[in-house]
């Protein structure tokens, strides 16, 4: 265990919903933390309420109970200002590329646009932003005039990470990051990530189903079942000594690693 305080702490996270009347709890008492510099994975089946917590944690779903903290600090009571402020710092990305960016506007104003909301320099150092984070995630500086229909997948989630890299997040929320994509270009996006982490020192807290994605980034794993947190622990521990029934029946079920 770090004796640091983690970037990210998330404490007895609850979500419900309320379809037809009746209460969901699609979360149920979560908890999990994300070091600095560190990938963890947080794993599940669809439907084990993995993805709602990613939703949770930059307050898209609203917490019936809980806390998130970040860098030190309470995102939960944080208001206006300061809000905006903490959230600068984690920035999501979305399984479909396509259904992230608006389709109406160019790469350059897609890339842009976080820098207009929080106020980031002038036109011209944000053009010169642009240009920088296109080099980064491997695309010609004339994909800044074309519209995300004209990028294959892999190119558009490309596109989704540079917009997240706009404000120099110090953690990433990558949800299902490469599942829509071919399998010829996930592991291309997965070495891109990985080498956003390893240059820039970002923490990664990776919602995935994928067994094998998460042995080959991860550096711990939290399992979720039905809206709970089972299993957690260093990838290769829980990986090669499962404990849970439901740990061993998901990678029973995976391919073979």
């Given at each position: 265990m770090s004796a640091h305080p983690p970037l990210l702490a998330a404490d007895e996270l609850r979500v419900t919903f309320r379809p037809g009347g009746r209460e969901l709890r699609a979360v149920d008492g979560v908890s999990l933390d994300v070091q600095a510099g560190e990938t963890v994975a947080l794993v599940g089946e669809?439907?084990?309420?993995?993805?709602?917590?990613?939703?949770?944690?930059?307050?898209?779903?609203?917490?019936?109970?809980?806390?998130?903290?970040?860098?030190?600090?309470?995102?939960?009571?944080?208001?206006?200002?300061?809000?905006?402020?903490?959230?600068?710092?984690?920035?999501?990305?979305?399984?479909?590329?396509?259904?992230?960016?608006?389709?109406?506007?160019?790469?350059?104003?897609?890339?842009?646009?976080?820098?207009?909301?929080?106020?980031?320099?002038?036109?011209?150092?944000?053009?010169?932003?642009?240009?920088?984070?296109?080099?980064?995630?491997?695309?010609?500086?004339?994909?800044?005039?074309?519209?995300?229909?004209?990028?294959?997948?892999?190119?558009?989630?490309?596109?989704?990470?540079?917009?997240?890299?706009?404000?120099?997040?110090?953690?990433?929320?990558?949800?299902?990051p490469v599942s829509a994509l071919d399998v010829s270009i996930q592991a291309q996006i997965v070495n891109l990530l990985l080498e956003v982490q390893r240059t820039r020192g970002t923490a990664l807290l990776v919602i995935t189903h994928d067994i094998a994605l998460v042995h080959h980034v991860a550096h711990r794993v939290v399992v979720m079942y039905l809206g709970r947190v089972v299993e957690t622990g260093p990838v290769d521990e829980v990986i090669l000594r499962p404990r849970h029934p439901y740990t061993i029946a998901l990678l029973k079920s995976a391919p073979r690693i």
């Open positions: 669809s439907g084990s309420g993995k993805s709602t917590v990613a939703l949770a944690l930059m307050g898209v779903h609203p917490l019936a109970g809980g806390r998130v903290r970040f860098d030190g600090r309470d995102v939960t009571a944080a208001e206006g200002a300061e809000r905006k402020a903490l959230r600068r710092r984690m920035q999501l990305i979305l399984q479909d590329p396509y259904g992230s960016l608006d389709p109406r506007w160019s790469v350059a104003r897609i890339l842009e646009e976080p820098l207009v909301a929080h106020a980031v320099g002038d036109a011209a150092s944000r053009a010169r932003r642009v240009g920088e984070l296109l080099a980064q995630v491997g695309l010609p500086a004339d994909a800044a005039e074309r519209r995300p229909h004209q990028f294959s997948g892999g190119q558009r989630q490309r596109i989704a990470i540079a917009r997240a890299l706009a404000l120099e997040p110090r953690l990433l929320i990558a949800d299902e």
